[in-house]
C-alpha cells in the first residue's frame, strides 16, 4: 500500500532534533562576510546599568576647538623704512623733533605748536597765517613710528614713538659719560664708567673718600685742575673744580652721572690764620669733565690767603 506524503509528514512532525540541531546558527549576510577581519571604526554605544548612563563618543563627534579668529586687517601692515633726511620730521623753526599738535599754513608750510605762538601764528616763510590748521596725516605718522633711543649702543634698550624722543632722552639713564681722567677717551654710560676708571687708572688715580666723612684736598696754586674723587662703597665719580682768577681761585664740586638722577649734597671749608670760609651746596650733574661745561654753574670763591687744603664732605 502506498503511503501517502501527508502521512509522512505528520509522523515526522513533533519528534526531537538531533544533537547537532541543538544550536541555533544566527545567518550571516554577505556585507558583514565582507568585512570579517577588516578594522571597524569605533562606533557610539549607549547602554543602561541600573539609572547610570554612560555615553562613549566617537572621536570624530568630539566637540572641536572653536576656530582661530580671523586675522585683522591691520595685522602684519608694518614694516621697517629708512629716512633719508631725518631732519624732516624736526620742526624748521627750533629744528626740535616735531610734537603734536602739527600746524600748516595755507602754503603748506609746517611749524610745531610751540613756534606758532611764539611766532604769533605768522609763517616765517611767506608771512600767512599759521597755527589753525592742522596736519592729521603729519600727526598720525609721528604717533605711529617707533624709533630707538640715540644711547642704544651705550646700553638702552627702550623703543617709543617718534614725539616721546626728546622727553625719553632727557630722562635717559643710558646718557654717554666721558672718562674724568687726563687724555682718556673713553665714553660709556654712567653703569660702566667707575669700573673703566679702576681697571684702566687704578685706584690712585683718584681721592677716594666715603660719604658723609670730611676728607682734605690739597689745590694747585698756579694752574687750572680739575680733582677725580670716587666714592669707596659705590665707585661713583666726582670732579672737583679749580678755576685761576683774578680774585684767586673757583671751586665747586660735579658728578658725573645722567641729569635725571638725585643730586648730592656737600660742603667745602677753608681756613687760614684761623679764619674760614665754608659753602653748603648740591653737585651739579655732568656727562664730561672739560672746563668748559662747568664755568657757569655755581661755585665758591677762595681768595689767595686761603689757598692750601680743602675739607670737603659729600653726603648722600
Not at 577581519?37 to 568630539?62: C, L, S
Not at 609763517?123 to 609721528?142: H, N
Not at 687726563?182 to 681721592?207: Q, Y
Request: some cysteine; overall charge neutral.
Amino acid at each position: 500500500m502506498k503511503k501517502s506524503p501527508v502521512s509522512e509528514a505528520t509522523t515526522n512532525k513533533g519528534k526531537g532534533k538531533g544533537k547537532g540541531d541543538m544550536k541555533k546558527k544566527t545567518p550571516v549576510s554577505s556585507e558583514a562576510s565582507n568585512n570579517k577581519g577588516k578594522a571597524t571604526a569605533p562606533r557610539t554605544t549607549t547602554y543602561t546599568r541600573g539609572r547610570k548612563r554612560k555615553h562613549v563618543d566617537e572621536p570624530q563627534q568630539q566637540e572641536q576647538a572653536a576656530p582661530a579668529p580671523a586675522p585683522s586687517s591691520t595685522q602684519g601692515r608694518s614694516f621697517t623704512f629708512q629716512l633719508s633726511e631725518p631732519d624732516v620730521l624736526d620742526c624748521p623753526i627750533c629744528f626740535d623733533p616735531l610734537t603734536i599738535p602739527v600746524y600748516q599754513c595755507e602754503n603748506g608750510h609746517v611749524a610745531c605748536s610751540t613756534c606758532c605762538i611764539r611766532l604769533e601764528e605768522k609763517c616765517p616763510t611767506c608771512c600767512l597765517p599759521i597755527g589753525s590748521i592742522r596736519v592729521r596725516v603729519l600727526e598720525k605718522l609721528l604717533e605711529s613710528m617707533k624709533v630707538p633711543c640715540s644711547h642704544a649702543k651705550y646700553g638702552c634698550s627702550a623703543t617709543f614713538s617718534y614725539t616721546d624722543k626728546r622727553v625719553h632722552e632727557s630722562n635717559c639713564l643710558f646718557v654717554p659719560c666721558y672718562c674724568p681722567h687726563t687724555d682718556c677717551d673713553f665714553v660709556s654710560s654712567f653703569f660702566d664708567l667707575p669700573l673703566h676708571f679702576i681697571s684702566e687708572h687704578g685706584s690712585s688715580a683718584a681721592v677716594r673718600f666715603s660719604h658723609d666723612k670730611p676728607f682734605a684736598v690739597t689745590l694747585s696754586e698756579d694752574d687750572d685742575e680739575a680733582i677725580v674723587l670716587q666714592e669707596e662703597t659705590d665707585d661713583t665719580l666726582f670732579v672737583l673744580h679749580n678755576f685761576v682768577f683774578s680774585l684767586g681761585k673757583a671751586v665747586n664740586v660735579c658728578c658725573i652721572q645722567p641729569d635725571s638722577l638725585p643730586k648730592y649734597r656737600f660742603e667745602i671749608m677753608a681756613k687760614s690764620q684761623g679764619s674760614s670760609l665754608e659753602w653748603k651746596s648740591f653737585t651739579m650733574n655732568i656727562q664730561s669733565s672739560n672746563v668748559d661745561t662747568t664755568l657757569s654753574s655755581r661755585f665758591l670763591v677762595i681768595p689767595s690767603d686761603y689757598f692750601g687744603d680743602l675739607e670737603i664732605c659729600i653726603h648722600m
